[in-house]
């Protein structure tokens, strides 16, 4: 199996995070690149940097005005007196049907969900690596391989079309599916971070060509909050194509074994040609966030389930933060592809 990796992704290095009210050193740091690249390394994958595809594929999922935000709202942000030094919403409107302000703060509140995805000087620049590099894992997989994993950093499922929030600025699994689907491809994405998939289900929620199913913490007390419900089943053409199923904080290995199985029968129903695997390792229960418990046998388990499926898998890093079992549980995971 190749794994997929662009240096460019360390570049980004966000500063700026609130935990309940309180600044802390923010978690998605470049270090946890690192960990994860240094554990594909050992188990063996050929490590390939994604050739650039330009725009195109990603503006098949995000408009342009939201492109063109992430590029220039940092070095805009820089020319407002007393600004601080990482692009931070102020103001969180409570719809947005009405006008588009021209205004970098009206702008960072528009496109900005919350406070965890500050834009530095190098954030386009790293996003854009990380979408390339789902991009490339998604060709691969198209040309035969029975998996590819890129590993992808800043992650990207809580991205909305124009969105960020939560760490993410590209949705690079919606990317890569996207782009399968453009090829004649029907894809599944299965989201098994910690945190619902919500930028994911968003993209996809009136569309019933991809399928959605995301097992994550019961947002009722987890990030992030307003979505991720058992009741968002999809509108439109959509309805019925996404799947929500949440689990109690700290569930461990058994009770999310269980729902995987839930999740895989309604992905077989759905009868995909290919899958994305929006893989987060921070389920794990030495992950920083705590929320759920499940162990580093468990992540085996979990390949294992998801890889007997036998569809070929575009396997997409998502979240999993700084814990000594971080390259250990990839490598859990992977094992399942080889
Ligand atoms: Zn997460």
Redesign the pocket.
């Known amino acids: 199996m190749i794994a997929v990796f662009d240096p460019r992704q360390a570049a980004h290095d966000p500063q700026f995070f609130l935990s309940s009210g309180a600044p802390q050193p923010c978690p998605e740091k470049p270090d946890r690149a690192q960990a994860l690249l240094e554990a594909v390394t050992q188990l063996g994958l050929t490590v390939k940097q994604p050739t650039d595809r330009g725009v195109a594929p990603i503006e098949a999922v995000h408009p342009e005005r939201y492109l063109t935000f992430l590029k220039n709202i940092h070095q805009r942000w820089q020319r407002i007196a007393g600004a601080s030094a990482e692009v931070i919403p102020n103001i969180h409107p409570d719809h947005r049907l009405v006008g588009y302000p021209a205004s970098a703060v009206g702008q960072a509140g528009y496109h900005m969900m919350d406070t965890s995805c500050p834009i530095g000087p190098a954030t386009w620049e790293a996003a854009y690596a990380s979408a390339q590099t789902a991009l490339e894992a998604a060709d691969l997989v198209r040309s035969g391989a029975r998996a590819a994993y890129a590993l992808c950093r800043p992650p990207g499922h809580h991205a909305f079309a124009e969105l960020a929030g939560g760490f993410c600025y590209l949705n690079n699994s919606a990317i890569a599916a996207q782009s399968l689907t453009g090829q004649g491809a029907r894809v599944a994405i299965l989201d098994v ?3 619902h998939g919500n930028g994911t289900q968003g993209i996809f929620y009136s569309r019933g060509d991809v399928l959605t199913v995301s097992i994550h913490a019961d947002p009722v007390r987890y990030y992030p909050f307003f979505w991720g419900y058992a009741t968002e089943t999809g509108e439109g053409a959509g309805e019925g194509v996404n799947l929500n199923l949440p689990l109690p904080r700290g569930t461990g290995d058994h009770g999310f074994l269980a729902a995987l199985d839930m999740a895989l029968g309604r992905v077989a129903d759905f009868a995909p040609t290919h899958l994305v695997l929006a893989l ?1 390792l ?1 389920a794990f229960e030495g992950d920083p966030f705590a929320g759920l418990a499940v162990t580093t046998q468990g992540f085996a388990r979990i390949g294992q389930a998801i890889a007997a499926l036998g569809l070929p898998v575009v396997i997409v890093q ?2 999993g933060y700084l814990c000594p079992e971080l390259g250990q549980n990839l490598d859990a995971v992977l094992r399942a592809f080889l």
């Open positions: 971070d910690l945190h987060g921070d998502e979240g």
